[in-house]
């Protein structure tokens, strides 16, 4: 069957390029400043920051590829891929800079969870001095839209339940919440089915059954 390659390009104020060698000082900063990470997790040390940049180079040289044919869910949370595996297939990591400036404004990350590439889980990690303008909104929009275009059935999306501003930026994007109780406290799931991709307006909530208030 024949498969998409994922294709970056730009937004109205974004470049989306695969992460490169040149943002290794960016991206050790954001994940060892306390302010990011407040809501993601305990900052990193510079040696273990260095470790996973390396291992996202490394990922991102082989970057997923997507079948081009939908698989149908009749709930936007069945069957969760984690909950049968402890580690996605694939994983890439994608860099979106200002388009005037070149300055880092977000840093998202895409993971194949089967291996026909019907099911993505993302994340976004942001500076503190690039959030509160809708930079992270726009292009991870972006991205989530271009992975549904080439065939993938179901986006999901986790972080903790008062990390406020994931919410909001899943919110933006047409996802469907729901919270969910983990050893490690309440989480949010956030899912976004390719049948609905076509039918949200941004900044503009549905109304949908199970979703978050």
């Keep these: 069957m024949t498969t998409s390659v994922i294709e970056l390009s730009h937004t109205r104020r974004l470049t989306l390029r695969l992460l490169a060698s040149e943002h290794e000082s960016e991206?050790?900063?954001?994940?060892?400043?306390?302010?990011?990470?407040?809501?993601?997790?305990?900052?990193?040390?510079?040696?273990?920051?260095?470790?996973?940049?390396?291992?996202?180079?490394?990922?991102?040289?082989?970057?997923?590829?997507?079948?081009?044919s939908l698989r149908k869910f009749s709930d936007p949370f069945q069957s969760l891929?984690?909950?049968?595996?402890?580690?996605?297939?694939?994983?890439?990591?994608?860099?979106?800079e200002v388009r005037e400036s070149g300055r880092l404004a977000a840093i998202y990350s895409a993971d194949r969870w089967d291996p026909d590439g019907s099911q993505w889980e993302m994340g976004v990690i942001a500076p503190s001095q690039a959030q509160g303008h809708g930079l992270a909104v726009e292009g991870m929009r972006a991205?989530?839209?271009?992975?549904?275009?080439?065939?993938?059935?179901?986006?999901?999306?986790?972080?903790k339940?008062?990390?406020?501003?994931?919410?909001?930026?899943?919110?933006?994007?047409?996802?469907?919440?729901k919270t969910a109780e983990t050893e490690?406290?309440?989480?949010?799931?956030?899912?976004?089915?390719?049948?609905?991709?076509?039918?949200?307006?941004?900044?503009?909530?549905?109304s949908t059954s199970g979703g978050s208030r």
């Excluded at 976004?192 to 076509?198: E, K, N, T």
């Design 27 to 68: 991206y050790i900063a954001l994940y060892r400043d306390p302010r990011v990470m407040r809501k993601i997790g305990e900052p990193l040390s510079e040696g273990t920051a260095r470790e996973h940049f390396a291992w996202a180079l490394r990922a991102n040289q082989h970057p997923p590829r997507i079948r081009s």
């Design 81 to 96: 891929p984690w909950d049968r595996r402890q580690l996605p297939f694939q994983s890439l990591r994608v860099a979106a």
């Design 143 to 159: 991205l989530a839209d271009q992975l549904q275009r080439l065939g993938v059935s179901r986006l999901l999306l986790r972080c």
């Design 161 to 177: 339940a008062d990390n406020l501003a994931a919410c909001r930026v899943a919110r933006l994007m047409g996802f469907t919440g």
């Design 184 to 206: 490690l406290g309440a989480v949010m799931l956030w899912s976004r089915l390719a049948v609905a991709a076509d039918r949200w307006t941004p900044g503009v909530r549905k």
